[in-house]
Every structure is written in C-alpha cells, then in structure tokens.
C-alpha cells in the first residue's frame, strides 16, 4: 500500500473550516484513500474514502486532485470535539487484499475556541 | 448495533508476568484485527483473522504474543511474558467481510502498562 505524508499538527478555530492536507504521491489506480480519526482515548473512527471523484457525507468533504497524488480532508465547520488525530490512508481494492489499514502517524488538530 | 467489546480497559502488570486480552467483534463480521498503539504514534497491526482462521500475523512478535479466534467469534490476544516496550493500548476491529472497501469498526482499547 502507498505511503501517506501528513503534516504533524495544526490548529483551527472553533466554527471555521479545517482543512486536512495528505500526500500520496505513490498511489495506485486501484488504491483508495480513506480517512480515520482518533479522539483521545478512544479507538479510530471511520470519516469517510474515495477513490477518483470528491466524496461528501455528514462528516466531512475529501477533496481529491485529478492526478491522485494528494488529497484535502475538510471539517466545513469545526468544533472543539474535533480535536483528534486524524489519519490519511492508503488502502488496496486489488484482489487478495485484506482489508486492513496501515496507519502513520497523523494529524493532531486542535480546534481553539 | 453493538459495538466492539474489549476488556479489561486497564491492565498494570509486572515485566514477565503474563496478561490476555478479550475482543467480541460486531455481530456478524468475519474478519477481525488486532492492532498495538504505543504512546504518540499510530496503530501497528499485529495480527488479523478471517472467521477462525489467521490472516497475516507478519508483524506479531510470535516469541511472546499469541492470538486465537477459536469460533470466529471472540478474540483474545495474549502476551507471556511480558517486556516494558510492550507498554501501550491494544486496539481490536472488525469488519463484515474484510474486502477492500469496508470500514473498520474500532473498540476502545485495552490499556496495558508494564512496570
């Protein structure tokens, strides 16, 4: 599976948008990218995936280039229970694949009031 | 719908001793995993199973940890004897078939500390 490049750590402010950036510049036709988030003390939390096209739900928007090689995750309105790290990942749809996530180190958001 | 069930939630044990840990996956999903979460970095899979059967365990340290899924059900996860890097949160999940889009459904982890 491709490796993924997240900044560190960012800040928002309450009720603003938060925009998430990820590289993967090594992703394959056949790769998705999917979002995860972890609130402290918890488990990972599924946000949302794509593969070509932008994706929308409840949560959030994933905004993926045309090339494929980088990707926006976007809180439109961020609160404090927001803050969490949030994990961009690369995942195989190729057949033998197991359906498992390899995770990086992520991206702590904080959201100030 | 029920969510993943892990416990105990904290475990404090000595260096050599031995602790299991217990997973019961979301009704229904034959695919199950457990990953390790040391402090300030991201979940590592350790192993991951398809109903009873293992998966990949390339990355679980078979010198000391071992895992069973005996009715692809529940799941334990044990660790003898323990060492103090073995410290950190052991995260179970599941999903319903284990294919290449599906989401992981996460428990809320099992937090080990050896001293």
């Known amino acids: 599976d491709a490796k993924t490049t997240q900044p560190t750590s960012m800040d928002c402010a309450e009720g603003r948008a938060a925009n998430l950036p990820c590289n993967h510049s090594?992703?394959?036709?056949?790769?998705?990218v999917y979002w995860y988030r972890q609130i402290h003390s918890q488990g990972p939390q599924y946000i949302i995936h794509?593969?070509?096209n932008n994706e929308t739900n409840e949560m959030a928007s994933l905004i993926i280039t045309e090339d494929r090689k980088s990707s926006t995750l976007i809180l439109p309105h961020a609160t404090l229970r927001d803050t969490a790290v949030y994990y961009c990942i690369v995942r195989s749809s190729g057949s033998g694949n197991t359906g498992k996530l390899i995770f990086g180190q992520g991206t702590t958001l904080q959201v100030k009031p | 719908e029920a969510g993943v069930a892990q416990s105990p939630r904290y475990k404090i044990i000595e260096k050599r001793q031995s602790v299991a840990f217990w997973c019961n996956p979301i009704s229904g999903h034959a695919t199950l995993y457990w990953y390790q979460q040391i402090l300030g970095q991201g979940p590592k899979l350790l192993i991951q199973?398809?109903?009873?059967?293992?998966?990949?365990d390339s990355q679980l340290p078979k010198d000391r940890f071992s895992a069973e899924r005996l009715k692809g059900v529940d799941s334990t996860l044990k660790i003898q004897p323990a060492k103090l890097e073995d410290s950190a949160v052991y995260l179970c999940?599941?999903?319903?078939?284990?294919?290449?889009?599906?989401?992981?459904?996460f428990g809320e982890g099992s937090r080990l500390t050896v001293l």
């Open positions: 090594t992703i394959s036709g056949n790769e998705y």
């Open positions: 999940a599941s999903i319903f078939l284990g294919g290449p889009t599906g989401e992981l459904f």
């Open positions: 794509g593969l070509k």
């Open positions: 199973f398809q109903n009873n059967g293992v998966v990949d």
